[in-house]
Nanobody
């Protein structure tokens, strides 16, 4: 059973940056595609980024493209979501999820049913 721990959220001013982490307890993430999702109050959950298991392919939602970057550490234990130029509309609870069977190039990453494991959310608040 893969256990994911998401961290790094907080309060930041518009235009600021945060880096979220998704770590696996007592395991490696090398064999999983990792997706980041977010959900704002009163809104549906949104898939915002994916990193393939090989770490060679990434996908981004249009709402974050050019501002967010997903990556993995060399050991394969932690996946990061670097968030720059944050906007108030980025305020949400961010969660990471792992899929052991997602096709290459993060095909289908938007579908929550593609993921078997979920970490708890971390709150990101962008406000002045």
């Amino acid at each position: 059973q893969l256990q994911l721990v998401a961290s790094g959220g907080g309060l930041v001013q518009p235009g600021g940056s945060l880096r979220l982490s998704c770590a696996a307890a007592r395991s490696t993430l090398k064999y999983y595609a990792i997706g980041w999702f977010r959900q704002a109050p009163g809104k549906e959950r949104e898939a915002i980024s994916c990193l393939s298991s090989s770490a060679s392919s990434t996908k981004y939602a249009d709402s974050v493209k050019g501002r967010f970057t997903i990556s993995r550490d060399n050991a394969g234990n932690t996946v990061y979501l670097q968030m720059n130029s944050l906007k108030p509309e980025d305020t949400a609870v961010y969660s990471c999820a792992a899929s052991p069977r997602m096709p290459s190039y993060c095909v289908g990453y938007e579908d929550p049913d593609e993921y078997d494991y979920w970490g708890q959310g971390t709150q990101v608040t962008v406000s002045s």
